[in-house]
């Protein structure tokens, strides 16, 4: 699901290079193709003020990125292949994307590298180019497999990463939420993975950005592992779900997004307990950061949470352009202090 805007900036710095070894060209009918990329570095979160802590988050760095390739942008989930450095996506347009964050001397984002985009494939190996078949929104990446959630044409599916490309999916995952629940433009944007050794042992979960039950609860399900079931996540005020990660501790952290012509757009990172994600139950938590148009973000749409070589655990998040002028694609980066 898509939203509004942002403002135009300054590029200083260019990023264009091959993705050398991580993926070559696929077949002819959905080639990975280099995309340009430039990067523009973002030193302040909130606007004209050099504060760097917000909460519990830590604000490291960021970039605004453009593209004059036609296909860049709505950048919908992606995960780091290694830790902070190279990333696998998908866009809410049937794209995979692929490429790596480069770092100043001081370890902050300073631009992109290897940036590519590769469309999605049938079970032929044809690109498919109807957006309702391949409106991809949710991402987890383990033991060299992506498993995708779509809407519109709701399904969870799973997909080789190949060094030749992307092929087609060779599994789709029962995803337990009643179909009938489902709403058009408002599936599953979360697909994470439970923590390895807690009451899910490592199994897929994912969740609904705005498919409701009768109680205005947000739905959700367990469907790997021992315990599998459908919970709901708490709604608290005017917010749809866009990603989610878990924290080592077996927390969850959910990214947010609100949008009214009046104010703008908005986004909140928002913690739930681990044991309140149950079958049967009502998942919920905190609040741990809220942002506005005051603000550096956009239509905050893609998260990952991952580990620096010093051991800080860091939140990484992406905007969704949504292909309009209006909006900005956007990398930022925390630092979470968990004390």
Not at 82 to 104: L, M
Not at 119 to 129: E, H, L, Y
Not at 227 to 246: H, L, P
Request: glycine share 12%.
């Amino acid at each position: 699901m898509s939203c509004f805007r942002g403002r135009v900036g300054e590029m200083l710095a260019v990023a264009v290079v091959a993705l050398a070894g991580l993926l070559a060209p696929a077949a002819a009918d959905a080639p990975v193709a280099a995309v340009e990329v430039s990067a523009r570095p973002i030193a302040q979160f909130r606007i004209g003020s050099a504060e760097r802590n917000f909460g519990p988050f830590e604000f490291v760095g960021g970039l605004e990125m453009t593209s004059p390739a036609g296909d860049f942008g709505a950048l919908s989930s992606f995960r780091f292949i290694e830790p902070g450095a190279a990333f696998i996506g998908v866009a809410d347009t049937g794209f995979w994307f692929f490429g790596s964050v480069e770092r100043d001397a001081e370890g902050r984002p300073s631009g992109l590298s290897g940036f590519r985009m590769q469309q999605m494939v049938d079970k032929s190996g044809n690109a498919i180019d109807r957006k309702w078949e391949v409106d991809a929104e949710g991402l987890d990446v383990r033991d060299g497999i992506a498993t995708v959630g779509f809407e519109r044409n709701h399904r969870i599916a799973q997909y080789r990463i190949e060094p030749e490309g992307m092929g087609p999916a060779f599994k789709e995952v029962p995803f337990l939420v009643p179909a009938r629940e489902l709403r058009q433009n408002k599936g599953f944007e979360t697909v994470t993975r439970a923590h390895p050794y807690g009451q899910h042992e490592g199994g897929l979960v994912i969740v609904s950005e705005r498919s409701i039950d009768k109680k205005g609860n947000v739905f959700a399900a367990i469907i790997e592992g021992p315990n599998k079931g459908v919970f709901t996540v708490r709604r608290e005020g005017d917010v749809d779900i866009t990603d989610g990660a878990f924290l080592p501790d077996g927390d969850l952290l959910l990214l947010e997004r609100r949008f009214t012509m009046a104010d703008g757009v908005a986004m909140r990172l928002r913690r739930i307990y681990g044991e309140s994600i149950s079958k049967g139950e009502v998942a919920d938590g905190p609040v741990l950061m809220s942002a506005d148009m005051g603000y550096q973000i956009d239509n905050m749409e893609a998260m990952d949470v991952w580990q620096r070589a010093d051991g800080a655990l860091m939140v990484s998040l992406m905007s969704d352009d949504n292909h309009s002028m209006l909006q900005r694609n956007l990398y930022l980066e925390f630092r979470l202090h968990e004390d």
